[in-house]
């Protein structure tokens, strides 16, 4: 007996992105927190959507920790592009931030 695979899985009830776990297609219908959506966009598989719509300057949580933040607005079940993300952890962990905390 075969089971439809899920098209998004949410890691941690936290998060306000959900991963895309087969490939899938414009148009698509989807269901995210109980709400029919329609894809936008093709999604890859590892690839992010936003779980609620995102205005620039939010934090994208994964994991159910902020991973970067928005530079431009997204809206629910849309794509959450590297190219639309900025990552706030790279800023603030380089290796002038270590040495500095290692007491160089």
Same mark, same amino acid.
């Given at each position: /007996?075969?089971?439809?695979? !899920?098209?998004?899985?949410?890691? *941690? !009830?936290?998060?306000? $992105? +959900? $991963?895309?776990? @087969?490939?899938?297609?414009? =148009?698509?219908?989807?269901?995210?927190?109980?709400?029919? /959506?329609?894809?936008?966009? !093709?999604?890859?598989?590892?690839?992010?959507?936003?779980?609620?719509? +995102?205005? !620039?300057?939010?934090? $994208?949580?994964? %994991? =159910? +920790?902020?991973?970067? #933040?928005?530079?431009?607005? $997204?809206?629910?079940?849309?794509?959450? *592009? =590297? *190219?639309?993300m900025k990552s706030? %952890?790279?800023? #603030? *962990?380089? @290796?002038?931030?270590? #040495?500095? @905390?290692?007491?160089?």
């Open positions: /007996m075969a089971f439809d695979k !899920p098209a998004f899985v949410l890691i *941690h !009830p936290d998060d306000n $992105v +959900l $991963v895309c776990c @087969r490939p899938c297609r414009i =148009g698509e219908p989807v269901e995210i927190d109980r709400t029919a /959506m329609i894809l936008g966009e !093709p999604i890859g598989v590892g690839h992010k959507i936003a779980r609620c719509a +995102l205005l !620039p300057g939010d934090q $994208v949580i994964k %994991y =159910g +920790l902020p991973i970067g #933040s928005v530079t431009q607005a $997204v809206a629910a079940a849309r794509h959450v *592009h =590297g *190219h639309n706030d %952890y790279l800023r #603030s *962990h380089t @290796r002038e931030t270590a #040495s500095l @905390r290692k007491g160089r």
